[in-house]
Nanobody, 124 residues
Framework: QVQLVESGGGLVQAGGSLRLSCTASGLAFRRSVMGWFRQAPGREREFVAGITWSGGTAYFGDSVRGRFAISRDNAKNTVYLQMNSLKPEDTAVYYC?????????????????WGQGTQVTVSS
């Protein structure tokens, strides 16, 4: 199975950019749909973005579409989340997740491997 470790979180000014990385270990990484979720205190976990194994298809949550981009480098066992035009409401803990089955981009329970998260704080 896949183990996931996020990095790249931090403090950024509104309107700025930040890139998160998720490094995976496990033989099934290349065949796994990968996604990013976020959760802020007092709010439900929210789907941010997902990407197929080939990187050919990506899907974004409504709140980030047009501002964020997701990509993957299977040779490096890494998934990235490029966040642009950041807003204070983007402040959350961001989690990387992997699907062990399926080749479609899910938005919830399809993901069964999770990282520990990285904090992103956007100041106003």
């Amino acid at each position: 199975q896949v183990q996931l470790v996020e990095s790249g979180g931090g403090l950024v000014q509104a309107g700025g950019s930040l890139r998160l990385s998720c490094t995976a270990s496990g033989l099934a990484f290349r065949r796994s749909v990968m996604g990013w979720f976020r959760q802020a205190p007092g709010r439900e976990r929210e789907f941010v973005a997902g990407i197929t194994w080939s990187g050919g298809t990506a899907y974004f949550g409504d709140s980030v579409r047009g501002r964020f981009a997701i990509s993957r480098d299977n040779a490096k066992n890494t998934v990235y989340l490029q966040m642009n035009s950041l807003k204070p409401e983007d402040t959350a803990v961001y989690y990387c997740a992997a699907q062990s089955r399926g080749d479609y981009v899910g938005t919830g329970d399809e993901y069964d491997n999770w990282g520990q998260g990285t904090q992103v704080t956007v100041s106003s």
